[in-house]
């Protein structure tokens, strides 16, 4: 006897709905677009096909480990988590303490949840997060500009008639920052309406190849050209304002030093092409500007960030149908916040600035190398291999192993988790319930959809449970972690006024509160005082709503309320923050230096998410293989044949190539998360590939945001058997 049962996908930041069909024992058998979802309406990627291998992957751990010198040794719960007691009991300071969460937080019910009640328990600011190693400049920015980090704009892209594409690869990656399932079928929609695409890249990518126009630019040049840009719109009086904005002036003044003649030489874009391009956002009667991870991770992240949505605010597109939006996600909910603020505190050693509570995660092996008195000794990793994603990861390999003590909740064995003194698993996927918290904030339509377990725990404690045991052990406190928290959260809601339950009694609305787990009422809570709830007196949503709709609800379009989400000290768009405009005058003074001859850039293959998908064999092979890619003049130029030696300020691979016109020449590709060698993961050691970020510089980071740098990176190419002169 089968089943047949439906799941958002939680591997990308498609948020697709999926149809699987499990047997008798619970395994599944298919799985297929949920066509009835009305967000991605049966869209379906290689990876959520793949959702059953990797959920039973016979690799993944189903029992903790406790390391014993080199071996390891299964052990129940209850003996994993005295053994964590038992490490953190040694730690006299606890500003000795860390923490790094990894990218599947963000696509996990429990890390959205659980994860900053571990912080505060740990009582620490060493936080660390894929976030610095990925979109921490797009959070600055827009902290910074609107007042809150998470006011992220987003392309309308159903309705928007011109799209200006930097640094995104979303037939690859399946939209970033950007939710948008079936993001190929959303862009062929564009253009089919007579819209027009244009993708800026160092690479002629899946995305570029569909545009209607692809400009090659150099990989650590975008802050350049889009302040070519925005010089034009200023010089031909091309600025059409919708919204009261502060700093103008400021704004105009610093993009006089940016004349596209100027920035053509540092790009590679031809200055006629940079005027086009201004006057063509100009000119659309609606246009939205769009950039990602290629403009986050290099030296200007920020500025190029911050650059994206001062052209959609001086073009009029920001918060209008058609241009760049804000969603309204269905669990937000809050007072107005202390406006946003960078660098409340600062790391030890480097002296590097707080962002959104974190720390860059490029100076976590300063901070456990260098001697002193906060010096990191115990460490919990949740869901990250940063040895194979962080800058520099043969450093932070060698610092993992003289912690005193490591902590990993983790599916795997692998290169990071391989140091820790205890690994907890959570269990299968199916097992758990799913709400993307995080990613239906970026989402290009309104929508809300609920995943419930679908398969029995069977003793084994849910990843909710783990965090929240790991935050009580750290606190030293009993008692539900819950409830105190839906305690806390129903008094803020009944004392603020407007949240539609203010003054109500506490225990009365705790009463009402549906859901078989803590995370489930937790969840109802956030609905029910959301902008669609049935207590917020707009609407009646809830989780049992959710659960009567399993392929999940339609909230509408996006709709302009730039009111609602500004939280400046000023109330205005803040067009020229401080801390940004400072770091103009850094740009201005690397405008004329000579770019190296070669930098290196990463890569997203469509069939791949970070490292924790290489063990899954469908997903590996074919195009999704560690490879440089490298264009035909420079092989022939270097006198390169199969593979070469690729070198750096930091380390040296020596990697097979792919010969490729569809990058620019003086610029090499290698793909993210590889680097398996000697694994237990049995699939991901066969197809091993090597680490990008053996070649990365964690000294190097994008200086307002603290983001580390992995495009644009210098390198020296060899042939193989070449021994070159240090």
Partial sequence: MTSTVHRTCPLCEAVCGLTLTLDEGG???????????????????PKGASLGQLDEDPDRLRRPLIREGDLWREVGWEEAFAAVKAGLDRVADRRSTAIYLGNPNAHSMAGALYGAPLIRALGTRNVYSASTADQMPKHVASGLMFGHPLAIPVPDLDRTDYLLMLGANPLESNGSLCTAPDFPGRLKALRARGGRLVVVDPRRTRTAALADEHVFVRPGTDAYLLFGIVHTLFAEDLVTLAHQVNGLAEVREAAKHFPPEAVARRTGVPAEVIVRLARELAAARTAAVYARIGTCTAEFGTLAQWLVDVLNVLTGNLDRPGGAMFPKPATEFGARRKPYAVGRWKSRVRGLPESNGELPVATLA???????????????????????????GARLDAAFGRLDFMVSVDLYLNETTKH??????????????HYDFTLLGFAVRNYARY???????????S??????????????LEGDLDEFVIGEMLRKATETPGSGVEGRDVAELRAELEGETGGERRLDLMLKLGPYGEWAGKGDLSLRKLLDNPHGLDLGPLEPRLGEVLKTASGLIELAPPQIVEDVERLRGKLE??????????????????????????????SN????????????????????????AKGQLTVPLEPTDTIMPGVVSLPHGWGHAGSSQSVAAEHAGVSVNTLTDESTIDVPSGNAVFNGVPVTISPTGVIIAQ
Avoid: Y
């Avoid at 995943?451 to 404690?461: A, E, K, R, T």
């Avoid at 990843?463 to 030293?476: F, H, N, T």
């Avoid at 890569?603 to 092979?621: A, F, K, Q, T």
């Avoid at 293989?625 to 750096?648: F, M, W, Y």
């Fill in 27 to 45: 395994h599944v058998t298919s799985v297929r677009g949920d066509k009835d979802d009305p967000f991605s309406k049966g869209f379906i990627c």
């Fill in 366 to 392: 300063d901070e456990i190398e260098t001697p002193g008195e906060g010096q990191v000794t115990f460490l919990i990793t949740v869901a990250g291999n940063p040895v194979l994603s962080a800058p520099h």
């Fill in 420 to 433: 820790a003194n205890v690994i907890l698993p959570p269990p299968r996927m199916l097992q758990s319930g």
């Fill in 451 to 461: 995943s419930p377990p679908l398969l029995p725990l069977d003793g084994q404690p």
């Fill in 463 to 476: 990843e909710a449970q783990i965090l929240a045991r790991l935050a009580v052990i750290a606190s030293g």
């Fill in 593 to 622: 230096e000579d770019p190296p001859e070669i930098v290196l850039i990463g890569r997203r293959h469509l069939r791949s998410n970070n490292s924790w998908l290489h063990n899954v064999g469908p997903l590996v092979g074919g």
């Fill in 625 to 648: 293989t560690c490879t440089l890619q490298i264009n035909p003049a420079d092989v022939a130029r270097l006198g390169l044949d199969g593979e070469a030696v690729v070198r750096s």
